[in-house]
């Protein structure tokens, strides 16, 4: 394992041109001959996924924060609010069952040093595979919405290349005007994960987006890599351009040998503001009625702290 020597800002140029690269990837569909339709299709086992579904769910629910109010996208109602993806070069699809519990989304066959899942912004490298991007509420204005945190249930369903100080991450960018170019990068470090992890697994982020200072256990650089301030922690989450989830830590490489196929289901995310219901819709999208929300289900196991 080589460690990396060098200022925070190495990785925020690695994961910036990992996503760079890879939504300029082709899209290679199983089944959906490499086109994107507007309406999940059922094809054998799977459903393909559209890019125009985007209804929010706004209601009471548990809660990981003990919170006043939370969304969690469980993919059994029809909705696929975050376009979560962690490749645009292999086939992205809903399966019918093996979630936690009920439908999920899977994607495999992909090769990476950084397996990532991700949601990302209309602003973000506007033109470049835009059907892999969407204004939701896992991006856009966290410090309005007061969201106090994100959690995921996560699945590594095949392993290419493991590495002892691969830990799950939640990183946090915020775009120039251009959307090419990095205002503010912000990480929050689960502990390590020694060996992969089996089945599938909780992973829960404090954000605190109307916090005076920066939390605790959160590392928050400018563009440049130097060090965000205290004052400038809420304003940068006024505009989130991109979310993700990763198997990897802050300042380390991996190889990058063999596929990777991961599974992402119940999206959640904490708040304390109730922002307006009305879905956030592409200006092709068809109407659909809001379903019903449910709780998260109750995963085998989860890490243990949420600090460093």
């Not at 170019?181 to 599938?200: E, K, S």
């Amino acid at each position: 394992m080589l460690h990396l020597a060098g200022r925070q800002s190495n990785m925020k140029k690695l994961l910036t041109a990992f996503f760079s690269i890879a939504l300029c990837g082709t899209v290679l569909g199983a089944g959906d001959d490499g086109k994107i339709s507007s309406d999940a299709t059922v094809n054998g086992r799977v459903k393909v996924i559209g890019t125009d579904r985007s209804s929010l769910i706004f209601a009471p629910d548990p809660r990981i924060f003990g919170r006043s109010d939370s969304f969690i996208e469980t993919y059994d109602d029809g909705t696929d609010v975050g376009l979560w993806h962690c490749s645009v070069g292999a086939p992205r699809i809903i399966e019918n069952s093996g979630g936690n519990p009920g439908l999920y989304v899977q994607q495999g066959g992909f090769s990476t040093s950084i397996p990532t899942w991700a949601s990302i912004s209309t602003r973000f490298q506007p033109g470049v595979n835009n059907q892999y991007k969407i204004d939701s509420i896992y991006t856009g204005d966290w410090t309005s919405l007061g969201v106090t945190g994100i959690a995921a249930d996560l699945n590594v369903i095949h392993v290419a290349t493991w590495a002892t100080d691969r830990a799950v991450t939640l990183e946090l960018l915020q775009m120039d005007e251009t959307g090419f170019n990095v205002n503010f990068d912000a990480t929050y470090t689960l502990p390590d994960l020694p060996d992969p992890p089996v089945g599938w697994q909780t992973y829960a982020f404090p954000v605190d987006a109307n916090s005076p200072v920066i939390p605790q256990g959160w590392v928050f650089t400018h563009g440049d890599g130097t060090p965000g301030t205290d004052a400038e922690w809420s304003p940068f989450l006024h505009r989130i351009d991109l979310t993700s989830i990763g198997f990897y830590k802050p300042g380390f490489a991996y190889p990058s040998l063999g596929t990777w196929t991961l599974g992402i289901d119940n999206i959640e995310i904490d708040f304390q503001s109730t922002p307006s219901p009305t879905p956030t819709t592409t200006p092709s999208a068809t109407p659909r009625p809001t379903p019903v929300a449910r709780p998260r289900p109750t995963p085998p196991s989860r890490p243990s702290s949420l600090s460093r």
